[in-house]
């Protein structure tokens, strides 16, 4: 049925003139379609691909305010990414959480482990004080709290907080293109833009349907490029000029079975002496990251980046057996898009932050932004509305609010009514967290509707996936609520089944041929044969 949204918003894109056409789904698209459309300007959003389906899906799922960024003197920018950060954390208290970050430091290390420490006080006042304080942490401190740290070569160690993203990267960038859905932006993804010309004030995009092969026109009277690493590529075929451009380095992550129990993020320096994680994420732990320059955006984890992560990682921690490939459950490989001033190849990129910029071509009423993080991401939302607005474009409701999750009185609502109907009695013992916390944070106000699901039927309650935390009714809601055209939409995108679950468990899962039905109808065996690539899913999924 989420075919059905997409296809409307198609036939409707057809039809009107559109105030601003927005290219790229990725976190700076989707903020800019979500705060131009809560404003009332009447926009669209196009991505070539799924939603998020690029760097936003392959993020460390952190919203940090660049502490590395003070051994670099960027005071300013660190300053301006904690109120980033904790701007995030109240608008989405349940979905951007705290979380403590316990950085080993070891000998010879060009710091000296109180140096940082001093550092970590000086990166929490700048934070304005709204987390925990840090701590110093001798080598015996650090052995006690985390036994699975080998502290032989340890000179000591910090303990201070940051946030991270409670679900992933790639849902929480949905959520701001359903805010902007909600607000009447007609988004759609696979839809490519293969050419777009401007005359007479206006934009007029030649688009193509990805998955049918269907041409069409999109007219719009301002473009906004938000297409991430590919921003470059697509202003030289509009011909547009600008002073920056990307540089990209590339990161890789390894997911594997939770390595501690403990809910903090291990932080390590690596051999080549950028940061590295070992970041929670449900029943597993996230490992990376590396930096490797590169020059193309689309790229894959090599053996060798395979080898970088797992030579670390066995070589700071104290494992009864060192970790191998055959420990890995999934890999997550993305390229983070650096704004540069000039050519690209004048720059020490190693030294380069994820600041944005946003460029205004004024003639031609064309955007292009560059770099970006997503702990940044409403100060893009709020700059993208504001150049609009310098371009003459009026917006109906200036003052819209785009952002956030629903207010304390919703929420105490929906609690109330949970807590009626014994909600969380339903909760799978699978599950680290009651069903009412989960369906909340997820889904706000649509929430609602899942509790009326359930008092239908309470089976609606019950896992489909064995581990994967998604109800039937989730997903009964997903198909008609989350434009999901495949089932990696779903299962690496719109949910982390695909990162915390092995693949020969959702192969054989019970419930996902349930779950395909849902989704794609009488299509559930093509879509399924899509996904593993083979013949023997589209006959498991057959009807009947």
């Known amino acids: 049925m989420s075919a059905s949204l997409r296809n409307s918003n198609i036939a409707r894109l057809r039809e009107r003139e559109l105030d601003v056409l927005i290219v790229g789904g990725g976190i700076n698209g989707a903020v800019a379609a979500a705060a131009l459309a809560g404003r009332g300007v009447d926009t669209g959003l196009l991505d070539r691909d799924d939603f998020a389906s690029g760097v936003s899906s392959n993020s460390s799922n952190l919203a940090w305010g660049g502490i590395k960024y003070l051994e670099s003197h960027e005071y300013l920018l660190v300053n301006k990414l904690c109120k980033s950060r904790n701007k995030l954390m109240r608008a989405y208290p349940s979905t951007v959480k705290e979380i403590r970050f316990f950085t080993t430091i070891q000998k010879g290390f060009r710091f000296w482990p109180f140096f940082i420490f001093l550092g970590s006080v000086l990166y929490w006042f700048l934070g304005r004080c709204r987390t925990r304080p840090p701590r110093y942490l001798t080598p015996r401190a650090i052995e006690a709290a985390e036994p699975v740290v080998d502290t032989r070569n340890a000179a000591g160690g910090v303990e201070y907080s940051d946030a991270y993203l409670y679900d992933n990267d790639a849902r929480f960038v949905f959520g701001f293109v359903r805010q902007a859905l909600d607000c009447g932006c007609l988004a759609a993804n696979y839809v490519s833009v293969d050419d777009a010309r401007f005359s007479d004030g206006r934009w007029t995009v030649s688009a193509r349907d990805v998955r049918s092969g269907e041409c069409f026109t999109v007219r719009a009277r301002a473009l906004i490029n938000a297409c991430g690493p590919w921003a470059d590529p697509l202003n030289r075929r509009l011909g547009t000029t600008t002073r920056h451009h990307h540089a990209m380095s590339k990161g890789i992550h390894l997911i594997v079975d939770r390595i501690t129990d403990h809910?903090?993020?291990?932080?390590?320096?690596?051999?080549?002496?950028?940061?590295?994680?070992?970041?929670?994420?449900?029943?597993?732990?996230?490992?990376?990251?590396?930096?490797?320059?590169?020059?193309?955006?689309?790229?894959?984890?090599?053996?060798?980046?395979?080898?970088?992560?797992?030579?670390?990682?066995?070589?700071?921690?104290?494992?009864?057996?060192?970790?191998?490939?055959?420990?890995?459950?999934?890999?997550?490989?993305?390229?983070?898009?650096?704004?540069v001033a000039g050519e690209t190849g004048e720059v020490d990129w190693v030294q380069l932050s994820r600041k944005h910029v946003i460029e205004v071509d004024i003639a031609r009423r064309e955007l292009s932004i560059f770099g970006g993080k997503l702990t940044d991401c409403l100060n893009v939302g709020d700059e993208v509305a504001a150049h609009i607005a310098a371009l003459g474009i009026r917006a109906p409701e200036p003052d819209g609010q785009w952002y956030g999750e629903p207010g304390e009185e919703s929420r105490e609502r929906f609690l109330r009514e949970a807590r009626l109907m014994d909600l969380d009695d339903l909760t799978d013992p699978s599950s680290p967290e009651p069903l009412s916390e989960r369906f909340w944070r997820r889904y706000g106000n649509a929430a609602f509707m899942l509790l009326e699901r359930i008092r239908e039927d309470a089976s609606s309650a019950e896992l489909l996936i064995e581990n994967a935390e998604y109800t039937r009714c989730e997903i009964e809601l997903a198909a008609r609520r989350e434009m999901i055209v495949t089932l990696e939409d779903f299962l690496r995108r719109r949910s982390k089944i695909e990162l915390v679950v092995r693949q020969e468990v959702i192969r054989n899962a019970p419930g996902l041929r349930e779950a395909c039905g849902i989704f794609f109808g009488d299509e559930a065996g093509a879509r399924l044969a899509e996904y593993f690539g083979d013949e023997a899913a589209a006959r498991r999924a057959a009807p009947g």
């Open 263 to 339: 809910k903090r993020v291990l932080t390590f320096f690596a051999s080549d002496g950028r940061l590295f994680f070992l970041i929670p994420m449900g029943p597993v732990t996230c490992i990376g990251t590396t930096d490797t320059k590169v020059t193309d955006p689309e790229v894959g984890v090599t053996a060798e980046d395979r080898e970088f992560v797992l030579a670390n990682v066995n070589a700071l921690l104290d494992l009864e057996r060192p970790l191998t490939v055959d420990d890995v459950i999934a890999e997550r490989v993305g390229v983070r898009p650096l704004a």
